[in-house]
């Protein structure tokens, strides 16, 4: 934990203004908690608006004082989800970051088994909103001196399991679309270099306090708690962009 961030609007992250799309599960609402504890106003979105709006209140209660929104938009939309970024921008005058939480899994006994129709829903979940978000909030981040895009990926994507190839393929190509936002990001940097990244966090799969009380006995091994991955998250502001810009930040040991 920072030790400046105090949850009063004096952390580290003090007048970032962070935009978090999927912001209603769990690693969602440990990210509005962690970042609203930085200093940062939070302006989250999800498409469960009684989920969202429960996340949004329990950031505002824990941090007394801090800036947390949250409204209902369809990523698939890229004409609503770029209304969403201009909205934000004109609002708070700036955005920070885009934290890509939108998740989903389905997945196969066999890869022979697997089933074409979880593609389809994969592609739309993982691939789509991160096309959607990027394009967005390309131009509103290149503005800020701290700009971040942050994708929230797993191991699996660099070593498909024959179980997994749906969920794998759409993982993998999340990746390349964020590094190939990270090339267009040091292409506006110039010589200097960049000013903003694109950076993916990399977890072999995510684990919560709920999980944990369904399953007693289990060991998780290997998983990133979603407290740890919000940390990790708005670490990644206290690194220059030139350092995090087009890399893969491994929260699991590298396949």
Not at 104 to 109: K, T, V
Not at 183 to 197: L, N, Q, V
């Amino acid at each position: 934990m920072n030790p400046d961030a105090t949850g009063n609007g004096t952390g580290a992250l003090e007048g970032a203004v962070v935009a978090v799309a999927g912001a209603a599960g769990p690693a969602g609402r440990a990210t509005l908690l962690r970042l609203a504890e930085a200093g940062a106003t939070v302006v989250g979105c999800d498409a469960h608006p009684e989920r969202l709006a429960e996340a949004v209140d329990a950031a505002r209660y824990a941090h007394g004082g801090a800036t947390v929104t949250g409204e209902t938009v369809d990523l698939l939309d890229p004409d609503a989800t770029r209304d969403w970024a201009e909205r934000t921008e004109a609002e708070f005058g700036r955005v920070d970051g885009l934290v890509h939480l939108v998740g989903g899994w389905r997945g196969s006994p066999s890869f022979q088994e697997t089933a074409l129709s979880d593609w389809d829903a994969l592609e739309k979940l993982l691939i789509r909103t991160v096309q959607s978000t990027s394009l967005a909030f390309q131009e509103a981040l290149e503005r800020s001196d701290k700009g971040r895009y942050l994708l929230i990926s797993a191991a699996g994507a660099s070593k498909p399991t024959a179980g997994n190839a749906a969920y794998s393929a759409a993982k993998a190509a999340a990746e390349a679309w964020t590094l190939a936002l990270g090339d267009a990001f040091r292409k506006a940097g110039g010589d200097d270099g960049p000013r903003t990244a694109a950076a993916i966090l990399v977890v072999k799969a995510l684990v919560h306090d709920a999980m944990r009380a369904e399953r007693p006995n289990a060991k998780f091994a290997g998983f990133t708690d979603v407290t740890e991955l919000a940390e990790a998250i708005t670490g990644v502001w206290d690194r220059p962009a030139t350092e995090v810009n087009g890399k893969r930040l491994w929260l699991t040991p590298q396949p």
